[in-house]
């Protein structure tokens, strides 16, 4: 396992960083650098995983401030967005009804019911059927005698 200059390991850690998979990055530092790394030696550079326990406090830093500003980006593109989706979905779903293709509406219906969360069940609520959720008013026990009519007490 050759050493590896500063510049490919900041890519590697910045790329781990961004969620790519090991294998990934093998990949990617292949292509830009023309540099062959196993899986393993990348791993070696996620702090969190326990191969990388031993990184150096510098790419460590550089890990976390990496995948903090990842996550606060992601956050700004617009399809990481829920409304964003809902409103795309809304459109296909109205643009497929006016096609008469029924079955591609329902699918995008299905899929926004999806995205909402929890909508896309099969189970009444309370206040479907409200008949069913009263207490009782009044219990009524009849106590049968089970013995013969004919027989003494």
Request: glycine fraction near 4%; charge should be positive; include cysteine.
């Amino acid at each position: 396992m050759a050493a590896l200059k500063n510049e490919v390991k900041s890519f590697i850690v910045q790329a781990l960083a961004c969620f790519d998979t090991p294998s990934q990055v093998v990949d990617a530092v292949k292509n830009e650098y023309g540099v062959v790394v196993t899986r393993q030696q990348v791993e070696t550079h996620d702090p969190t995983k326990s191969a990388g326990k031993g990184l150096a406090a510098k790419w460590v830093t550089l890990f976390h401030d990496t995948r903090k500003r990842f996550r606060e980006e992601t956050a700004e593109i617009p399809i990481a967005n829920r409304a964003y989706r809902l409103r795309a979905l809304g459109r296909m779903a109205e643009k497929a009804e006016n096609m008469k293709n029924m079955a591609l509406t329902a699918q995008l219906l299905e899929q926004a019911a999806k995205e909402v969360g929890d909508v896309y069940v099969n189970r009444q609520t309370k206040n479907e059927n409200p008949h069913d959720n009263l207490a009782p008013i009044r219990v009524q026990v009849d106590v049968v005698d089970a013995r013969k009519p004919d027989a003494e007490p």
